[in-house]
């Protein structure tokens, strides 16, 4: 299945309206959200097609291109993802369109081959060990994960490491053909005026929402008595207490407490550089110094090492601000609202200067709509939190400094802007060109990458099983 550019899902050749349509209603699918959704469909899938309950294979391969095949299970994968975003279109067509981006992905790949196009080893395994460790969070545990597919993690990876290198090139080949592609604001204008007026997308009510957020600092007290915590713990273990049952009783880590602190194998980058410098000078049952890190202090003990993976397991001891560091913390957050209440500091600044989130400091303070990317957040999308908190403020309020803690525990303080409000409309380009921008760029990408497709195709050798016979991919017209 190929993306075409960062986030939308290239299902049209740019002839339908309903990719149009698509593509404005969604807009951009946030690429790491959607490699990891694709990763976790495509894995359960191909488990699904591997094998029957008798164990006999019912996967076959629909097409080739040079060296490289189209199985069935990848179109009827491709075909799940994309019923999941568009239930109108007719089943025929959806596979055929599916079919025919499956063999452009092989096109590139077998191009990639003869051009002697690589991605780094490191790069892979890495790619590999952050999606490894969404399923794992996404099932539960690593137990629970290889319980599911029957094989151990190690299995899991080497069986997907080809996979993942395969979206890598992919990836890299299509940014290659389409990374100098721009739209002008007449292709913008063309594109939307192009559109159908009974196509048109209707909006519900948007906002546009931002925030500072601070946190309250910890004092040198309460950072030391965490520590010597920790340092009678390693004692007592050091004495022959056991490892996991004083994790279970006294770590604060609430994903590992309760197995005794064990994390698993991780490959290098997969935690935070505090734990992994010191968790890879351990031997094998050695306790590490307590050591800090963005989350606490941690007591770590190294199980075993293989390779560029490590096991460990450690007791986490997380110390909190006091009354007196929240109350300091709120008088400061107040007089940045006060500052900008006054128009004394502008918001943006006061974000760049203050803001502790660093997700949303990244977009001027304000929050982003997930599947577009865009700061203007239907309230249907909106946390219902916020929305509430909102809900009776006028665009250009603040609200109150109000308390803030982060999902590990970490005590703060924020106050939230409503700068602005959209009622309910069909599209148009005065209030959302962003969006239809992002379209018509899209739309570019993938007419680059046909044109690419047209001129590349008789270097290869393209076939292709009889089932897909009714699909005029490979017409020349199509191109």
């Not at 599916?98 to 780094?120: G, H, R």
């Not at 890299?172 to 939307?192: A, G, M």
């Not at 915590?229 to 009783?249: H, N, P, S, T, W």
């Not at 940045?336 to 001027?364: C, H, M, W």
């Amino acid at each position: 299945m190929q993306q075409s550019g960062p986030g939308s899902l290239l299902l049209f050749s740019g002839k339908g309206q309903m990719e149009v349509k698509y593509r404005i209603s969604t807009g951009s699918v946030s690429r790491t959200s959607f490699c990891f959704l694709c990763f976790f469909i495509l894995a359960s899938v191909q488990r699904l097609y591997s094998q029957t309950g008798q164990g006999t294979t019912i996967d076959k391969i629909v097409a080739r291109v040079d060296n490289q095949i189209v199985l069935k299970s990848e179109v009827e994968l491709g075909c799940l993802q994309a019923r999941q975003q568009n239930t109108d279109i007719p089943a025929s067509m959806l596979r055929c369109k599916v079919f025919e981006q499956l063999l452009v992905n092989k096109m590139m790949l077998a191009k990639a081959d003869i051009d002697s196009v690589t991605v780094d080893d490191q790069m892979v395994d890495d790619q590999l060990d952050r999606r490894m460790s969404y399923m794992i969070q996404a099932i539960g545990s690593k137990e629970k994960l290889e319980a599911y597919y029957k094989k151990s993690i190690d299995q899991f990876k080497a069986e997907l490491k080809k996979e993942v290198r395969d979206q890598m090139l992919v990836q890299k080949v299509q940014e290659s053909i389409s990374k100098n592609v721009k739209v002008t604001p007449s292709e913008v204008k063309k594109f939307f005026n192009d559109i159908p007026k009974d196509s048109l997308p209707f909006f519900s009510t948007e906002v546009e929402v931002g925030q500072i957020v601070m946190f309250a600092q910890v004092s040198r007290a309460k950072k030391q008595e965490a520590k010597q915590k920790l340092e009678d713990l390693k004692k007592r273990i050091q004495a022959g207490v056991d490892f996991e049952f004083l994790a279970k009783a006294y770590s604060q880590d609430p994903g590992s407490a309760k197995d005794g602190g064990n994390l698993g194998y991780w490959g290098k980058g997969a935690m935070v550089p505090e734990y992994e410098a010191a968790a890879m000078k351990l031997e094998p049952m050695q306790l590490s110094d307590i050591i800090e890190s963005p989350f606490g202090f941690h007591l770590i003990q190294l199980l075993e090492k293989r390779g560029n993976e490590y096991n460990s397991r450690h007791i986490l001891i997380k110390p909190e601000a006091g009354e007196e560091e929240l109350t300091l913390l709120f008088q400061k957050l107040d007089s940045i609202r006060t500052a900008l209440k006054n128009d004394s500091l502008n918001f943006e600044k006061a974000v760049s200067k203050f803001s502790e989130d660093k997700e949303t400091k990244q977009s001027g303070g304000f929050f982003s709509d997930p599947q577009t990317g865009v700061n203007r957040i239907p309230t249907e999308n909106l946390d219902p939190g916020i929305f509430f908190t909102i809900d009776t403020l006028k665009p250009g309020d603040y609200t109150k400094t109000l308390p803030y803690k982060t999902q590990d525990g970490k005590k703060g303080g924020r106050f939230l802007y409503f700068k602005s409000k959209i009622l309910p409309h069909e599209a148009n380009l005065k209030q959302d060109y962003p969006k239809i921008q992002s379209a018509a760029l899209e739309k570019k990408k993938a007419e680059s990458i046909k044109n690419w497709f047209k001129k590349t195709k008789s270097e290869v050798f393209i076939s292709r099983d009889k089932e897909f016979a009714d699909c005029d991919i490979l017409k020349e017209e199509d191109f």
